[in-house]
């Protein structure tokens, strides 16, 4: 079992509500927990964005529990509308929707204690003390603690990812896949590369204070945006192979053998170009790639064009495998697009534009 960097922080902020609630005598210190696990955030830029909108939300909570409880009572009913229209003016005044859950339980601890008027206030202004306590025992460990490192993390999914779909290009081109295993995989990879969206979206968010580092995150997010983006087209070549599967094995050989070999350079060129942003390759191979790369779609497109001028596939099948080859000419822009970017990137501002990868130890291969 693996703790990532989110759970460590919520443990810590969970111990930290706990410990000061009991410390200043705030009752009960489970509330503060519950607020810390509520409230902790994956970024240091959300947590600066939340903390003020989980203010703002716990005490229009708050604040509603006690005028809902004194003027209408403390029946479920009220405590259900009340719980509505706080949500609906936290979202009119367009707070963070990720709030809407600690309000809501701030107003059902709050009237969930019907007594009288001044025990009642005094009563829910203990519970939102506590509950804050949460939330800014969390905003602590968020501000403190275990700084994300995204760029690490991006970096090293998309070339887990990208060697997933470039291994499945290759086998597919071999006519050597076991279709039961690509039909799984290919919608768990779709809903990875969602997720990896989020994670390019979170560092994006993060904060540099220094405008050289700003700088150089600027160039870099330039780079993974193009690293994802070509991940994408490699995912979409192997989803349209796996469709025109049968259309392509109906080709005449020599194309066959030709898209099977274009795909190799292609595969290669893309891996190459991703250790090359983490220096793990001579820029003279890289360059050595990308001219067989072009040679390469230059004589497929020839090719593939030649076949149907001189009526070797009839039109109905042309038609059926140009989207493959139009992908793979594609593929091929994008990947010569993001090997400009990365030799770009080493070639100026050299001081600036460092990169901060670290190599897996040996016990965590």
Same mark, same amino acid.
């Given at each position: 079992?693996?703790?990532?960097?989110?759970?460590?922080?919520?443990?810590?902020?969970?111990?930290?509500?706990?410990?000061?609630?009991?410390?200043?005598?705030?009752?009960?210190?489970? %509330?503060?927990?519950?607020?810390?696990?509520?409230?902790?955030?994956?970024?240091?830029?959300?947590?600066?964005?939340?903390?003020?909108?989980?203010?703002?939300?716990?005490?229009?909570?708050?604040?509603?529990?006690?005028?809902?409880?004194?003027?209408?009572?403390?029946?479920?009913?009220?405590?259900?509308?009340?719980?509505?229209?706080?949500?609906?003016?936290?979202?009119?005044?367009?707070?963070?929707?990720?709030?809407?859950?600690?309000?809501?339980?701030?107003?059902?601890?709050?009237?969930?204690?019907?007594?009288?008027?001044?025990?009642?206030?005094?009563?829910?202004?203990?519970?939102?003390?506590?509950?804050?306590?949460?939330?800014?025992?969390?905003?602590?460990?968020?501000?403190?603690?275990?700084?994300?490192?995204?760029?690490?993390?991006?970096?090293?999914?998309?070339?887990?990812?990208?060697?997933?779909?470039?291994?499945?290009?290759?086998?597919?081109?071999?006519?050597?896949?076991?279709?039961?295993?690509?039909?799984?995989?290919?919608?768990?990879?779709?809903?990875?590369?969602?997720?990896?969206?989020?994670?390019?979206?979170?560092?994006?968010?993060?904060?540099?204070?220094?405008?050289?580092?700003?700088?150089?995150?600027?160039?870099?997010?330039?780079?993974?945006?193009?690293?994802?983006?070509?991940?994408?087209?490699?995912?979409?070549?192997?989803?349209?192979?796996?469709?025109?599967?049968?259309?392509?094995?109906?080709?005449?050989?020599?194309?066959?053998?030709?898209?099977?070999?274009?795909?190799?350079?292609?595969?290669?060129?893309?891996?190459?170009?991703?250790?090359?942003?983490?220096?793990?390759?001579?820029?003279?191979?890289?360059?050595?790639?990308?001219?067989?790369?072009?040679?390469?779609?230059?004589?497929?497109?020839?090719?593939?064009?030649?076949?149907?001028?001189?009526?070797?596939?009839?039109?109905?099948?042309?038609?059926?495998?140009?989207?493959?080859?139009?992908?793979?000419?594609? %593929?091929?822009?994008?990947?010569?697009?993001?090997?400009?970017?990365?030799?770009?990137?080493?070639?100026?501002?050299?001081?600036?534009?460092?990169?901060?990868?670290?190599?897996?130890?040996?016990?965590?291969?």
């Amino acid at each position: 079992m693996k703790l990532g960097a989110r759970i460590f922080k919520t443990g810590i902020a969970i111990t930290i509500a706990l410990y000061v609630a009991q410390l200043i005598g705030l009752e009960p210190a489970m %509330y503060a927990a519950i607020a810390a696990t509520f409230a902790i955030q994956p970024s240091i830029n959300r947590t600066f964005q939340t903390i003020t909108d989980q203010v703002q939300a716990n005490t229009i909570g708050a604040g509603l529990a006690v005028i809902m409880g004194i003027t209408f009572g403390h029946q479920p009913f009220i405590i259900g509308a009340t719980v509505m229209l706080a949500i609906g003016i936290i979202r009119k005044l367009k707070l963070e929707a990720s709030t809407i859950p600690l309000s809501v339980v701030t107003i059902i601890i709050i009237m969930g204690n019907p007594a009288p008027v001044m025990e009642f206030m005094m009563f829910a202004a203990s519970r939102f003390g506590v509950i804050m306590l949460g939330v800014f025992a969390a905003f602590l460990v968020n501000l403190l603690f275990i700084p994300p490192k995204y760029e690490e993390r991006l970096y090293k999914e998309v070339v887990q990812l990208s060697e997933e779909i470039l291994q499945w290009i290759r086998l597919i081109t071999r006519h050597d896949t076991n279709q039961k295993s690509l039909k799984k995989d290919i919608p768990r990879i779709n809903e990875a590369i969602v997720e990896m969206d989020n994670l390019y979206i979170l560092y994006k968010e993060e904060r540099d204070y220094f405008m050289r580092k700003k700088l150089a995150k600027a160039r870099k997010l330039v780079l993974f945006k193009e690293m994802v983006t070509t991940m994408k087209k490699a995912f979409t070549i192997l989803r349209t192979l796996d469709h025109y599967g049968n259309e392509m094995n109906h080709m005449p050989e020599r194309l066959q053998k030709l898209v099977q070999q274009q795909l190799d350079h292609l595969t290669n060129y893309h891996e190459r170009i991703l250790l090359r942003y983490v220096g793990k390759v001579r820029t003279q191979k890289t360059d050595e790639m990308a001219e067989e790369v072009d040679e390469g779609e230059e004589s497929l497109t020839d090719l593939f064009m030649d076949l149907y001028d001189h009526q070797e596939i009839d039109r109905d099948e042309w038609l059926h495998v140009l989207p493959a080859i139009s992908h793979i000419v594609e %593929y091929y822009e994008q990947l010569d697009h993001l090997d400009r970017l990365v030799e770009s990137f080493f070639s100026y501002h050299k001081s600036t534009n460092t990169v901060d990868i670290e190599e897996p130890h040996e016990e965590d291969k």
